[in-house]
């Protein structure tokens, strides 16, 4: 069993003092800061990395894999107790969850919450560490123009499976992929679109753009929202722990929304957001006896949460396996670990195994942390979100400032993170999502690079997309994924899951 | 002629507009040829992409209902960015506490129901806590005060 054998050096890594307290810091930030109204895993990610520069990498992606499922489950609290989801792939619990805080149980909500999660964590876990080997084993064998197909693939699938606007989406994504071209070209040394700035000579700051068009433009349209009605229900909290009736009705629940997860969450554009949808969705048909949806049914917390914890931890596959970010969350990941000096990709596995099997011993201890923090701490998350907006908000734009700025003691990113955020409130404004943009802009270079060596290999011949048969399997699930797109009950039905 | 969704034409036109102006801007780097992308290659491709996007957004608005556009509220905007410039400058030139100070302030104003007290209170808080946290706790290398 070699699987046991890496697990072994995982848990080798993950369970030294050192990396178990960086764990706990991350899972603990996390939660904090994703408990915060209107801020997601991305803005979250996003403020906390540079407090991962000083570690080494595997403790650093350690406690950043930490904070990103500290700020999922900080996001499903601020779902349940003020109805506000800190983001997208909360969204779907807000509407059990919510009833359930206003009848008086929003203990068991967050428990049900707590402990789905930690089940799907712990399977999604293992399906991780079986399938990412023979994935990066594959991956070895990738030519570039196999790697063009590959990343061209993961950008249709993230645009197609995201919500509105399909040409918006697709222009998104070519934004995206300009803007990743920003700064010296690595082949010629010619700097492009600088407009004669030094400080863009590296490039857009990615961190800046990130929080820009996830934490600030939330915020504005956050305030523009005011009014809504926006009640804290934790005072009549009750016990976390669900009752035994509560478990037997939501195990079912629970095991389909981690199977569910862990598959969606390894598609490109899957990940939290999707899974948590379609669990929802597939829950309100299946489940029997199917009353009370949209009421305060725990079954609407339990199936959504554990999928997106499931697919939270399965997009880490992708992005391990073939440096190729499924969501914008990894995307910040890939920049961390380039950070870090290393290149993510299948060499990953067998060059740092410390590394990558660290990561995934870590992502269980992460949840493990998760259900041991959020039990006992709930009552602080409560009165944290007891504070009103109107004094919340300044100190969130704080934390998103210095965030911006210790990235590299530099002022022009946080000129960066006003341009990016004004850009980005504009495009919400307009019906453009950003996530695609984001997958662009850590993708331009690469795909760049790869179709540059694949015409370079083939003497200009733009066949060779099509004669390689991986890049060929690739291009066509492309195409029909767009096609797909364009048959109406498909294309219906992509609307409606994405409507509730 | 009607333009039947106004939020679709303009985001068609803007991106249409971005594309061309992506392609003058490569003509300045060298194209090179397919086998020899030069650094204008790949530029000119995306933007000739991103043109063609636009028109097929800007085009069916002509003709297809679809968004309106969107009233935009000027003034939470207006003030966020303010307060993160004001941020990056006032750290460059007074220092880490008067620039959270300056942040909270002119960004609390983008709520029109800014109580002065309580923003003066979370000005207070969030400097101290800043400095202890980013400072003190983490050893950031932070200019605090103003040079005197």
């Not at chain 1, 509407?95 to 203990?107: E, K, P, S, V």
């Amino acid at each position: 069993m070699e699987i046991l054998s890496n697990l072994a050096i995982g848990f080798g890594v993950a369970v030294t003092l050192k990396n178990l307290a960086y764990c706990f810091l991350g899972v603990f930030l996390g939660t904090l800061i994703g408990v915060l109204p209107g801020i997601g895993p991305v803005a979250t990610v996003a403020m906390l990395l540079p407090l991962t520069f000083a570690l080494d990498p595997a403790t650093a992606m350690i406690m950043l894999a930490g904070i990103y499922y500290g700020a999922q489950y900080g996001g499903s609290t601020t779902a349940i107790l003020v109805n506000i989801p800190g983001e997208s792939s909360a969204v779907v619990t807000t509407l059990d969850g919510y009833q359930m805080a206003r009848q008086g149980r929003a203990g068991p909500a967050l428990g049900i919450a707590a402990i789905g999660s930690f089940v799907a964590g712990t399977i999604a876990t293992l399906v991780v560490a079986l399938f990412s080997p023979p994935l990066a084993e594959i991956a070895l064998k990738f030519q570039p123009a196999d790697y063009f197909s590959l990343m061209v693939f993961g950008l249709i699938g993230a645009v197609v499976l995201a919500r509105g606007s399909l040409r918006k989406a697709i222009a998104m994504v070519v934004i995206g992929l300009l803007l990743g071209l920003v700064g010296t070209d690595v082949n010629s040394g010619v700097m492009r679109f600088t407009f004669g700035i030094p400080a863009l000579t590296e490039g857009i700051s990615f961190v800046a753009l990130a929080m820009g068009m996830f934490g600030i433009a939330e915020v504005v349209y956050n305030l523009e929202q005011r009014g809504a009605s926006r009640q804290v229900f934790g005072s009549r909290l009750g016990s976390v722990l669900p009752s035994r009736a509560d478990l037997a009705q939501s195990a079912p629940a629970i095991a389909r929304g981690t199977l569910l997860g862990s598959v969606l969450g390894i598609l490109p554009g899957g990940g939290a957001l999707l899974s948590s949808f379609a669990a929802y969705t597939i829950e309100k048909k299946v489940a029997r006896p199917p009353r009370n949806f949209g009421d305060g049914d725990i079954r609407g917390v339990a199936a959504p949460e554990s999928a997106n914890n499931a697919g939270a931890q399965t997009s880490f596959i992708p992005m391990l396996t073939l440096g190729v970010p499924s969501n914008p969350t990894m995307a910040l990941m890939i920049g961390a670990l380039m950070i870090q000096g290393i290149q993510p990709g299948p060499q990953v596995m067998s060059q740092r195994p410390e590394l990558f099997w660290g990561v995934v011993a870590s992502m269980w201890i992460g949840n493990l942390f998760l259900l041991a923090l959020n039990l006992p701490m709930v009552g602080l998350w409560v009165r944290l979100l007891a504070v009103p907006y109107r004094m919340l908000f300044p100190a969130i734009l704080v934390f998103c400032c210095i965030g911006v700025f210790t990235i590299n003691n530099n002022v022009f990113d946080l000129f960066q993170l006003v341009v990016f955020a004004g850009i980005g409130y504009v495009l919400l404004k307009l019906g453009c999502e950003p996530a695609p943009l984001v997958l662009g802009l850590v993708l331009g270079p690469m795909m760049e690079e790869y179709l540059r060596r694949a015409l370079l290999i083939s003497l200009g011949d733009p066949t060779v997309l099509v004669t390689s048969p991986i890049s060929a399997v690739f291009l066509l699930a492309a195409v029909l994924l767009l096609a797909s797109i364009a048959i109406p009950t498909i294309r219906a039905k992509r609307e409606e899951a994405m409507k509730e | 002629m009607r333009i039947r969704s106004q939020s679709n034409f303009w985001c068609g036109l803007l991106f249409a507009a971005l594309g061309v102006t992506v392609m003058i801007l490569a003509r300045d780097y060298r194209i090179g040829s397919a086998a020899r992308m030069g650094p204008g290659y790949f530029p000119m491709l995306l933007g000739a992409l991103l043109a063609l996007l636009g028109l097929t957004l800007t085009v069916p608005a002509l003709f297809r209902d679809g968004p309106a556009f969107p009233r935009l509220h000027l003034r939470p905007l207006a003030f966020v960015l303010l307060g993160i410039a004001a941020f990056g400058v006032t750290l460059e030139y007074l220092g880490f506490v008067l620039a959270v100070a300056a942040l909270v302030v002119i960004g609390g104003l983008a709520d029109p129901d800014l109580r002065p007290v309580e923003i003066a209170g979370v000005a207070l808080f969030m400097a101290v806590f800043s400095v202890g946290v980013f400072a003190v706790l983490l050893g950031m290398p932070l200019t605090l005060w103003p040079a005197l």
